[in-house]
DNA sequence: GGCGGCTATGCAACTAGTTGCACAGCGACC
DNA sequence: GGTCGCTGTGCAACTAGTTGCATAGCCGCC
């Protein structure tokens, strides 16, 4: 289980609350490691028990309290121990795959827009990725450490979603041509 | 869930008893939709209560009685109105890219190393994608209906493992010359 | 003046997926 | 003669992830 992993490495780079942690597993880290409000509070409290992290907690007014949680020793060092930790690839589970492979048992349009769909969303989350490049990465060739680290995930993303858009145009392009409306 | 789903699909292919489609999940559609023999037992236990599937015991002698599962209409009627269903896109979760993102956070050359491993695992995965699509595609531009539709999953393969292979290449010579050895 | 959205935390119940084990006979290999 | 792997099914226990709800005050909008 990697999400304790990704909350470690999150965390090591800004402390923070759970529910800034879920903010940014809504977008940035999250790209790449989905989690939702619930997953990571009850990670979080595994991960206080565990003493991976501190937790401080800050009274606020006008709001309930807030605990702010920063990665302590232990987890500095259990994250070094998952690092060097062979893994497996993930395992996939594409359902717009399974119901490409089964649409000539039902209606192939209705699949085919539902690539379309899928299409819109890789483009715009495309867009989304090569944004972030542009602004946060301008020179990445002068890149060195935990920011060029940073920018070859981003590649990882920018790189998986153009292999999805071209996949959905070569499907939307190949379906058209054998059941032209 | 779409594990019911690739089931439907894959017995309508071809009825089989759980443990062949366990074999299948291993390979072919399996590649879109892992799923453990485990997975797949409960699943057509419970397929079979909602009468989405039919089961035909077939006494053996020297082995246990196997059953035999075929897709009954009213799992063809399951499965066509899950196409017509608008689904979203799969949540990834990958722990190579949170490794890469804490690299320096313990031994870059470690996750360098793990980076290698996956390139590796890529790399045969595509031979294989292309092997299959050479024996059993050899000519895409004939194909209709259900074998174009076997076919585009197929690319959707091929170029998702294309992408993760440039990827781990453009980490490593990075990596490398971040820190040369 | 009500409604929705933001910050902030968390419980409870459910669904899905993993891991380990068990039974059982066959054939092949060493 | 023993071990390993294949076919074939399945239970039990565990871990992980999802969904719905609850609390609670603030702010801005219509």
Redesign the interface.
């Known amino acids: 289980m990697?999400l304790e992993?990704?909350i470690?490495?999150s965390l090591?780079e800004r402390p923070g609350t759970g529910y800034e942690l879920a903010r940014r597993f809504d977008k940035s880290?999250g790209?790449?490691?989905?989690a939702t409000h619930q997953q990571i509070y009850r990670t979080l409290k595994r991960m206080d028990d565990l003493r991976w992290v501190t937790a401080e907690e800050v009274a606020q007014d006008g709001r309930p309290d807030k605990k702010v949680y920063r990665v302590s020793p232990e987890g500095?060092q259990e994250?070094?121990r998952?690092?060097?930790e062979?893994?497996e690839?993930?395992?996939?589970?594409?359902?717009?795959?399974?119901?490409?492979?089964?649409?000539?048992?039902?209606?192939?349009r209705?699949?085919a827009e539902?690539v379309a769909?899928?299409r819109r969303?890789?483009a715009e989350r495309l867009d989304v990725y090569r944004a972030i490049e542009k602004k946060d990465f301008p020179d990445p060739s002068a890149?060195?450490?935990?920011r060029?680290?940073?920018h070859?995930?981003l590649?990882?993303?920018i790189?998986?979603e153009?292999?999805?858009l071209?996949?959905c145009d070569?499907?939307l392009a190949?379906?058209r041509e054998?059941d032209p409306r």
Chains 1, 2 share one sequence.
Not at 31 to 34: H, I, K, V
Not at 92 to 102: C, N, S
């Open positions: 990697a992993h990704a470690l490495v090591d880290i790209f790449f490691w989905a500095r994250l070094q998952w690092l060097r062979t893994g690839p993930a395992t996939v589970r594409h359902d717009l795959a399974v119901k490409i492979r089964g649409a000539s048992l039902g209606d192939p209705a699949v539902e769909r899928h969303h890789h890149l060195h450490g935990r060029l680290h940073q070859l995930v590649r990882g993303g790189k998986a153009e292999a999805l071209e996949w070569e499907v190949a379906m054998d």
